[in-house]
């Protein structure tokens, strides 16, 4: 069947069986209705960390190394701020927060250490226990505490757990944390994505331990993985209660606008309400988590339905005011529209899917949801919308509700169609001249955009350190939780960056009994890059040869081993590992020993100090840098890290974006040239359509810079987006205009284009922009982003439609041939025919 046989078929059964169509939607969505109790959630950075080879080898090194406790433990920090916590009432509040921890039921704790303990124990070494440390601390006096301050200004067990402004003289420092150890029976360590969402035992433990210590009194923080995890959950449910309200006010206020009928304000608002219930149930059909990124799909979803929504109205009413019936007027607008709107549907649904490429999970599947919910938008607001006002209006008398004003936007003598008009004025005087400087303001906007920078991390995903005035004044249940998280980490940085520094893991598999083993993983700490720690022109770093060297230092039987078995004398054992090892593995320096080595000998691991203030990227080069140094065959050397790992992910952010603008728009092209070849026999149309998008594309990249937005988990998607959703309003335009052409002269046509489809354009343009920039609102800042860079993109979209492409299509008209001053016919490859149902104008005698 033709593409006119489609469309007639499709516009018959809407206009004399919508009962039957209407009651097929409403059966499936109950069916995706079903879904939506199925649908889980996922949040954090883990999601996006999965697969990828430094998270894989440091998923190895946490299974591998450490005590064999150590997977079923978990830590929480208690982070103090004081004037000086190293005075008497601190130190004693933390020593009372730790006890009350570990006199609480279900907190599971095991351990606790803090500088607090480490002066108690140097004031009286019987003192092994927290009560035993509280009376410690209470018999003793201010002089005698600061004294043992001043006895461990060299200890690292103390130093490591007070801040960067500790002051050994005054026995003073603004900072100092503490750790609780809680026993938590198959919790498992976590990777570089500490924190995932959902309730776990830790959660719940941390989320106990506050309220615990908050009965102490002074400013002490719990702060820890299950802190983290119920943020990155809870920020999920408080943007959705901020974000959804206030986009539906907002859409519902433009629509009133739009529509100007309370039953049309109803019949859009009900449809865009199944696009919404259609998409999320298939999320949970098909088993697909609900993320922060998901919480954009909802606002992309209204954006398109919107758009169709109020061409599919106003279309039908220039057809009403014509002096069609209902019938009529509605198999005319389908023939019309239905064609556009799957162009707008597959072009859009490549701009999603396009992010398939991504080797990212989380951005495959929001391109393949986002996708799905753009394609079930084209069938409500195609096939049901329509069905559902021909029933509607059929009835319109016997309803109990007013008809307000039934007049399409951009009437011809209104204000908005002389502003509308603008594009056609330029296209009328100088469309070469105009072309020219826009290619100019592309190429220099897309020269700026390639210096756009790339992020990703923890902080990403969880509310910013301070939440907005005006959200902390909505009421409940609307108000935003207290969030801590973030704060707590810039504080830590601020704090305790040169006593925490940084570093990066060099994860080595191989036979670590290989007599070239230990010496290899030797050299490659020699001549260290610059964000390396070094010392004598060698890195700082922990190794399993740091244990053995130590452990040959302080027994003399150890030494004499390592000697026997080190061929060049240089303190690092070339022979007879195994027995080295067995050696240390059967003394004191075991457990040490097992966090470098794993108990198979088939791997270790060498943790380097990095510089505190080292650019991630930077640290991640070197790191990689110094992996390659290793040179054995049989063994492989594989950097890895926190940093290592959130820079690789931002690499493949990076080249996510760049690949999915690169497929969308290559594929976009193809798509509209073969669609326009196949449906109007002229493909370079195609050509024409993808003019307004590409600059478009060049000025959201341009504006990214400009505003310092980096490319990141959300808006890495953000380009192949603005393909998607803008191509919509090009499409529109062009369609019209070949409508249009057929029956009038070029400027004629131009002017029933811009006025008729563009003052939908116009309508859609605003109410979608809106909807989608309340984004703004969202308690996660890169999703605010999003919604800006998606607002700003559907504005120069609807912008560069409305100026660009009058201009490009007076050119593409001259350069086909035709008269300006006349239609044209279907002869000259414009065919109307499939659209109106008739053969097109009749040729004049001039013809």
Do not use: C
Not at 145 to 154: F, T
Not at 317 to 325: L, N, S
Not at 332 to 348: D, E
């Amino acid at each position: 069947m033709s593409d006119e046989g489609i469309t007639a078929a499709v516009a018959t059964e809407i206009t004399e069986r919508p009962g039957r169509i209407v009651a097929a939607f409403l059966l499936l969505t109950l069916v995706f209705a079903g879904g939506l109790a199925n649908v889980s959630t996922a949040a954090g950075t883990e999601q996006f960390t999965s697969g990828i080879p430094a998270e894989e080898a440091l998923s190895d090194i946490q299974r591998d190394f450490g005590p064999s406790f150590a997977d079923d433990t978990g830590s929480t920090q208690l982070v103090q701020r004081d004037r000086n916590v190293l005075s008497k009432p601190a130190l004693l509040r933390m020593l009372e927060a730790q006890d009350r921890l570990q006199e609480t039921d279900g907190l599971r704790v095991v351990g606790v250490s803090s500088p607090a303990a480490t002066i108690a124990r140097t004031i009286d070494p019987n003192a092994t226990t927290t009560e035993a440390q509280i009376r410690t601390l209470e018999r003793s006096t201010p002089t005698e505490i600061d004294r043992a301050v001043r006895e461990n200004a060299d200890n690292q067990a103390f130093t490591g757990g007070v801040s960067d402004d500790f002051n050994a003289k005054s026995a003073s420092a603004s900072a100092t944390i503490g750790v609780v150890t809680h026993e938590i029976p198959g919790a498992g360590s976590g990777g570089a994505a500490a924190g995932q969402s959902g309730s776990s035992p830790l959660t719940d433990i941390q989320l106990r331990s506050q309220r615990v210590v908050d009965t102490v009194g002074g400013d002490i923080t719990v702060f820890g993985s299950g802190i983290i995890s119920a943020e990155f959950s809870s920020v999920i449910t408080d943007s959705l209660l901020i974000v959804t309200p206030a986009a539906v006010l907002l859409i519902i206020g433009f629509l009133i606008v739009a529509y100007r009928d309370l039953i049309d304000l109803l019949l859009g608002s009900f449809a865009l309400l199944l696009a919404v219930v259609w998409t999320f149930g298939f999320l949970g059909l098909v088993g697909i988590p609900f993320s922060q990124m998901m919480i954009s799909v909802p606002p992309l979803l209204l954006a398109v339905g919107i758009d169709f929504g109020i061409h599919a109205v106003n279309r039908y009413r220039e057809d009403r005011e014509d002096g069609h019936g209902v019938v009529d007027a509605m198999d005319l607008a389908v023939r019309q529209l239905l064609v556009a709107f799957f162009i707008v549907t597959g072009t859009t649904v490549i701009g999603f899917l396009a992010n398939l490429t991504s080797d990212l999970t989380p951005i495959r599947e929001f391109g393949l949801v986002a996708a799905a919910g753009i394609l079930f938008t084209f069938l409500l607001f195609g096939i049901f919308l329509p069905a559902a006002k021909v029933l509607i209006d059929q009835r319109r008398d016997a309803i109990p509700i007013p008809t307000f004003s039934q007049t399409p936007l951009g009437a011809e003598g209104s204000g908005l169609a002389s502003v509308l008009r603008v594009g056609v004025s330029v296209g009328e005087r100088a469309p070469r001249v105009f072309l020219a400087l826009v290619v100019v303001l592309t190429a220099v906007s897309g020269g700026y955009a390639a210096g756009i920078s790339t992020s990703f991390s923890q902080e990403d995903f969880l509310p910013p350190e301070e939440t907005p005035d005006y959200l902390q004044e909505l009421p409940e249940p609307f108000a935003p939780s207290d969030y801590s998280a973030v704060a707590t980490l810039n504080f830590l940085e601020e704090k305790f960056t040169a006593s925490q520094g940084g570093s990066v893991t060099i994860y080595v598999e191989g036979d670590m009994e290989d007599s070239t083993r230990l010496e290899e993983i030797h050299r490659m700490g020699k001549d260290p890059p610059s964000t390396f720690v070094s010392e004598g022109r060698r890195a700082e770093s922990q190794s399993i040869v740091t244990v053995i060297r130590q452990r040959a230092a302080s027994d003399p039987e150890f030494r004499r081993l390592v000697n026997r078995n080190d061929r060049n004398a240089n303190g690092i054992p070339d022979d007879n590992l195994g027995e080295i090892y067995d050696y240390l593995l059967s003394s004191s320096s075991r457990d040490r020993a097992l966090q470098y080595l794993s108990e198979d000998r088939r791997s270790t691991q060498v943790v380097y100090s990095t510089e505190a203030d080292a650019d991630q990227s930077a640290v991640t080069a070197d790191g990689r840098a110094v992996a390659d140094r290793y040179r054995d065959t049989s063994g492989v050397a594989v950097a890895t890290g926190s940093t290592v790992v959130f820079a690789a992910v931002s690499d493949l952010i990076f080249v996510s974006a760049v690949q999915s603008l690169a497929v969308a728009l290559s594929l976009t092209v193809v798509f509209l040239v073969v669609i326009y070849g196949v449906i109007e026999g002229l493909p370079s149309l195609g050509l024409v359509n993808t003019v307004p998008i590409v600059v478009s594309v060049a000025l959201v990249a341009a504006t990214m810079r400009l505003a310092g937005i980096a490319f990141n988990a959300f808006t890495a998607t953000i380009l192949s987006l603005t393909i998607g959703l803008g191509i919509d309003y090009s499409v529109h335009v062009v369609h019209r205009f070949i409508d249009e052409r057929g029956e009038h002269d070029l400027v004629t046509a131009l002017e029933r284009t811009v006025r008729g489809t563009g003052g939908a354009l116009l309508g859609s343009m605003l109410t979608t922009t809106t909807g989608i920039g309340v984004l703004v609102f969202s308690v996660l800042s890169i999703l605010g982003q999003f919604g800006t860079l998606t607002a700003l993109s559907i504005l120069y979209s609807f912008l560069t439609s409305m100026l660009v492409l009058p201009s490009a299509l007076v050119v593409w008209d001259g350069l086909r041939g035709h008269d300006p001053d006349r239609p044209v016919d279907t002869g000259s490859g414009l065919s109307v025919s499939f659209l109106d149902g008739d053969e097109g104008p009749e040729p004049t005698a001039a013809d």
